[in-house]
């Protein structure tokens, strides 16, 4: 199966994606609204794919602006699959191989900063206002920053932090601002 790239420099690249279900690529849709939404706050954003899959909306993201991104991946099998992508568009962003929860603090012992993090966990793993509180605390967001998270349909994440919930289906997508 594959996705394709629906905006900016990189519009109609094909990227592939992990075959079973062991990933859950975000339809074109859904980018689309999470693009819509944040058109204004992507240029020069520097941009945090958790749970990449196969680094649709990191490609995306820089596709539309982004100066970089950085993507955490635990499956072996997805990280080539994203390795892949990265080639053929031509992107050489960085992949860290690790559990989410490493990833973020190998990046916090580097005292990263990102102005956009994209996660799409297998639904369960992580709440929405968990994954909020864990990248806060990781010291990853600075003020402004947002947390575009994709999560199952039936959550209502509740609190000020919330810019907005959008439902597709079975699914929807929480943004969050830090403050």
């Not at 602006?65 to 050489?92: F, M, Q, T, Y």
């Not at 990833?103 to 900063?113: F, I, N, P, R, S």
């Not at 990781?138 to 907005?164: C, D, Q, S, W």
Request: proline share 4%; hydrophobic share 45%; net charge neutral.
């Amino acid at each position: 199966m594959s996705i394709t790239v629906s905006g900016g420099s990189l519009r109609g690249r094909k990227l592939a994606t992990l075959p079973g279900r062991d990933t859950r690529p975000t339809i074109g849709r859904v980018r689309e609204a999470i693009f819509s939404i944040l058109q204004h706050d992507i240029m020069g954003a520097r941009a945090l794919d958790i749970f990449a899959g196969s680094g649709a909306l990191a490609i995306e993201a820089v596709s539309r602006g982004a100066a970089d991104a950085v993507l955490i991946e635990s499956n072996p099998k997805a990280a080539s699959v994203i390795r892949a992508n990265l080639d053929h568009c031509g992107l050489d962003l960085r992949l860290i191989v690790a559990d989410f929860r490493a990833g973020l603090k190998t990046l916090a012992g580097e005292k990263a900063v990102f102005d956009l993090a994209f996660a799409d966990p297998p639904y369960g793993l992580i709440l929405p206002d968990e994954m909020y509180r864990v990248l806060g605390e990781y010291r990853l967001m600075p003020a402004g920053g947002f947390l575009i998270m994709e999560h199952a349909g039936r959550l209502k994440p509740e609190g000020n932090e919330i810019v907005t919930t959008r439902r597709f289906g079975d699914s929807a997508i929480t943004i969050y601002r830090y403050d």
